[in-house]
């Protein structure tokens, strides 16, 4: 659904250089589709990137000038979308006020059964944790000289499953995720110093298109008693990466109607 004429009016008119930017992986559907759309409707440039071209499942203002088609799972590719990435940031002035690594897979065995540690595949092992994991690591050293120009901030999508046995998301997805929180913790002590926070945000049970059969049982337990939405997330997503934010920085902020408790 693209943006409507009086929200796109609305959009502040601004010249290259003077627009925040951000770069999310992951953009095309659910929450990441919730945050593109958010961002746009608050003045920013979205750069975004994924193994597919440009969906115009989710639209927004410059949406296909603005995507670089990446694999996150080959790391030469992704070096490759990296050095891209930085070349489109100088009509900026070489500043990325925002990086948000929401881009995730999670491989599924025969009708969607979870793999478990004992039957995940080491190709998938390697697969889950290169998008899941490396991708973020790289994507952040790669473009931290634009992050640094413009003191800005990092966002990693974690998972409810990262802190516990999920009876849904694999073995690897979770591993993958515990290992994503623990990188946030490292990327804020290192890139404090630099001007650049990072934080990471981790989901619960949010209604998208791709939740598991039984997710309802899950749902009766919390203490909301509702599944999260999109808007909520991107919502939590915004805050990270504006001056609202700007002494948090190392923290994972938890989006999962008591969940975690």
Known sequence: ?????????????????????????????????????????????????????????????SGADDHVQIDLADPEDTMRGIAEIKERLKAEGGKLNALVNNAAISPKGANGKRLGAANTTFNDWHNVFQVNFFAPIMLARGLLDELKAAKGTIVNVTSIAGSRVHPFAGAAYGTSKAALAALTREMASDFGPMGVRVNAISPGEIDTSILSPGTEKIVETLPLNRLGKTEEVARAILFLCTEQSSYVTGAELHINGGQHV
């Not at 999310?24 to 589709?33: E, F, K, P, Q, V």
């Not at 919730?34 to 115009?56: E, H, Y």
């Open 1 to 61: 659904m693209s943006l409507p004429p009086h929200v796109l009016a609305a959009l502040p008119k601004t010249e290259p250089g003077q627009r925040p930017v951000m770069l999310l992986t992951g953009a095309s559907r659910g929450i990441g589709h919730a945050t593109v759309k958010l961002f746009a409707m608050n003045g920013w440039r979205i750069l975004s990137c994924s193994r597919q071209p440009f969906s115009d499942k989710c639209p927004w203002p």
